[in-house]
């Protein structure tokens, strides 16, 4: 079943993220998605949004769809001009991807090419109205195209550390799905007690909800994300367990089983993000009953 059939639906949905190489040797992408085939409906692949240069996400996607599986891709407009990303959406179609997340992009300055000029020529709310357009015919200066192309396109909500922030998102998210997204990716989810008290709000907008699990590969990660990224609430229990555990590193993926796992009935999905530990998402697949 294509992710757009098991998204409407409503089947249990999970992504595996997986970044494109800084090179050319796709050998490891192949590895980790063949590891997985059959226990994930879909391979999300990234393009550069986080800031550092890699090989294009049309390129992985293509791949990835080579591969017998379906494929994901980020696009977002810190990098393209209007002109470029509206070819780079029709070439997708016809590599064979129908899948795209509209995704905002890090700072220039937080990536590996810090002096790359920015372009930002359109936002996020502008950029899934312009595959709509597309979709229905017509480029963003009117012309009618010569066969349209068709995708399943879904939008981020953004990190929000209480109410009054996810208020705020939730009005950014309410316009997105307006102008044309059928699913949303969640931030990291750590503690699944609070989300689900969130999720009360963002169900409001009927929308498939597809929510992030992160894997924390050690205590150092978890204590900086604790008391850097507010919005991520790791509690301090959770840093106690990972440190006292025998073995750390398994613990670490036990606990991105047992996230997955608790999501499933609160979410429509989950995408797993394990930034480089992609060999390990069996094993996170295993904990987590998949």
Known sequence: MSFQRRLTSGKFLVLAEMNTPKGVNLSELVANSRRIKGRVDAIVIPDMDDGVMRMSALAGGALIHQQGMEAIIHVYCRDRNRMALQGDILAAHMLGIRNLVVVPGEEITNGDHRDAMPVGDLDELALITTIQSLQNGADMAGFSLNGSPEF????????????????????????????????VVTPP???VDRFAASMEKITALDVPVIATVFLIKSVGIARYMALNEPGAHISEEMIKRIRKAPDR??????????????????????????????????????HAGL
Do not use: M, N
């Open 189 to 191: 989810v750590f503690d």
């Open 249 to 286: 590193e398994l613990e670490c993926l036990k606990i991105a089983g047992e996230t997955t796992a608790a999501l499933k009935s609160l979410v429509q999905g989950v995408k797993i993000e394990t930034l480089g530990w992609e060999h390990k998402l069996p094993t996170i697949l295993g």
């Open 152 to 183: 399943t396109t879904g939008c981020t909500l953004g990190a929000f550390a209480d109410d009054h922030a996810l208020d705020q998102e939730l009005e950014k998210l309410e316009e997105k799905v307006a102008a044309g997204a059928r699913f």
